[in-house]
């Protein structure tokens, strides 16, 4: 059974066939006129459908469809009075030249016109002389030939261009397709990552105070609730990027540099206590600036929580001119996160992977002075703001 594609191309086939045959019938109609015929004969009536329906095989068969336009244009010549012939069968032939051209087919192609021409002017050592070709004839012929020729060719040459540019485009699409996919993937690792580590953190919290110390169990289910409620937001905010339809829609969530506080919060929730610090007058950044520098933060503070074992980190930022640097050190163990959490897209890596994007670095390993850094340097250019500009996180 034909899908949607194969009928269009067999309706555009059978459309050509169909304009050709017109065009020969108007030419059978008019050749008629001119000498006194006044109806086709049956060899030009199967001449005629002959050559039409071989052109419905354009496509599978260029080469011997040319074959089948060649020899019914032949076979219609022989049959005139003149060396054309009756002008009946040569517009098929023009169809399947150009279409053997189109198919890459020109050693056939041009075959094929060497072979028209020659019957054209047969014998080609007579031109000019009485009662043969004329020169003039000649002539006109081979120009119209290697016109035919020529304009074949730039018919090829614009139509692979234009399947060019359409593979470009489509490839451009699925490039751009899956960094969209792969930044919504580091997206929901960064939101579930930290968010389950706080959420892990506490409850082992309540777990343990449940029965010696109520209100501090309660305050570690509260924490809980709140980050879990949050952790929901963003999910629910990436997985309606996946199903929008509109174009105009943001491609991941945009969290903010003014969100910082919450990512401290949540780490104080889980016992770390977080500074955060600032050099340089805040300013807008592009927003995929902005983002790839809370994502660094969320997932350096994330693997704080679950791998340093310290008690204390600090956020540092310094807006230059044309750049914004992160730092994020703690004072637990030097060397975390463990191996298994740095495969492509997920920790250390992930974080590298945003900076790269954005064509700034990133290095993590141990401090100067113990402990655990993270340190990024992303480009960024002086952005006009589109909304209000991010509040400057306070020291704490």
């Known amino acids: 059974?034909?899908?949607?594609?194969?009928?269009?191309?067999?309706?555009?086939?059978a459309a050509i066939a169909a304009a050709v045959a017109g065009a020969q019938v108007a030419a059978w109609v008019a050749a008629s006129a001119h000498h006194?015929?006044?109806?086709?004969?049956?060899?030009?009536?199967?001449?005629?459908?002959v050559g039409a329906a071989a052109l419905l095989f354009r496509r599978r068969y260029p080469v011997p469809v040319l074959a089948?336009?060649?020899?019914?244009?032949?076979?219609?010549?022989a049959a005139g009075s003149a060396p054309w012939g009756v002008p009946i069968a040569w517009f098929v032939?023009?169809?399947?030249?150009?279409?053997?051209?189109?198919?890459?087919?020109?050693?056939?192609a041009i075959a094929a016109l060497v072979a028209g021409y020659l019957f054209s002017v047969w014998p080609p050592w007579l031109i000019g002389?009485?009662?043969?070709?004329?020169?003039?004839?000649?002539?006109?012929?081979?120009?119209?030939?290697?016109?035919?020729?020529?304009?074949a060719e730039l018919i090829r040459a614009r139509r692979q261009r234009a399947v060019a540019v359409a593979q470009r485009q489509e490839e451009a699409a699925r490039r751009r397709a899956m960094q969209e996919r792969l930044a919504i993937a580091r997206d929901l690792h960064d939101v579930v990552a930290h968010n389950i580590s706080v959420i892990n953190v506490q409850a082992n919290t309540a777990l343990h105070l449940m029965d010696r110390q109520p209100e501090r169990a309660r305050a570690a289910l509260t924490a809980i609730h709140e980050v879990s409620r949050q952790a929901l937001g963003e999910l629910r905010s990436v997985l309606g990027v996946l199903r929008a339809d509109g174009t105009d829609l943001p491609l991941v969530p945009s969290p903010g540099l003014n969100r910082l506080g919450e990512l401290a919060a949540h780490a104080r929730a889980a016992g770390i206590t977080v500074r955060l610090e600032q050099d340089g007058t805040?300013?807008?950044?592009?927003?995929?600036?902005?983002?790839?520098?809370?994502?660094?933060?969320?997932?350096?503070?994330?693997?704080?929580?679950?791998?340093?074992?310290?008690?204390?980190a600090t956020v540092y930022l310094r807006?230059?001119?044309?750049?914004?640097?992160?730092?994020?050190?703690?004072?637990?163990?030097?060397?975390?996160?463990?191996?298994?959490?740095?495969?492509?897209?997920?920790?250390?890596?992930?974080?590298?992977?945003?900076?790269?994007?954005?064509?700034?670095?990133l290095d993590a390993g141990p401090g100067p002075g113990g402990g655990f850094r993270v340190l990024a340097r992303l480009p960024a250019p002086p952005a006009?703001?589109?909304?209000?500009?991010?509040p400057t996180p306070s020291p704490t």
């Open 129 to 151: 002389t009485r009662g043969h070709t004329s020169a003039a004839f000649a002539l006109g012929l081979l120009a119209g030939l290697i016109t035919l020729l020529s304009a």
């Open 36 to 49: 006194g015929q006044h109806r086709p004969v049956l060899a030009g009536n199967l001449l005629l459908v």
């Open 1 to 13: 059974m034909m899908n949607s594609s194969s009928i269009r191309r067999w309706a555009a086939d």
């Open 319 to 361: 807006y230059d001119a044309d750049a914004l640097t992160i730092a994020v050190e703690d004072d637990g163990r030097a060397v975390h996160p463990p191996r298994e959490v740095s495969r492509e897209g997920n920790g250390v890596a992930g974080m590298a992977e945003r900076a790269r994007a954005l064509g700034g670095t």
């Open 68 to 77: 089948v336009a060649l020899a019914v244009a032949l076979a219609g010549a």
């Open 93 to 108: 032939l023009v169809a399947a030249f150009v279409n053997a051209v189109l198919f890459r087919k020109r050693v056939a």
């Open 282 to 312: 805040s300013r807008p950044v592009p927003a995929g600036v902005e983002t790839a520098a809370y994502r660094i933060v969320q997932e350096a503070l994330t693997n704080t929580v679950r791998h340093s074992g310290g008690s204390t």
């Open 384 to 390: 006009t703001p589109t909304s209000t500009p991010s």
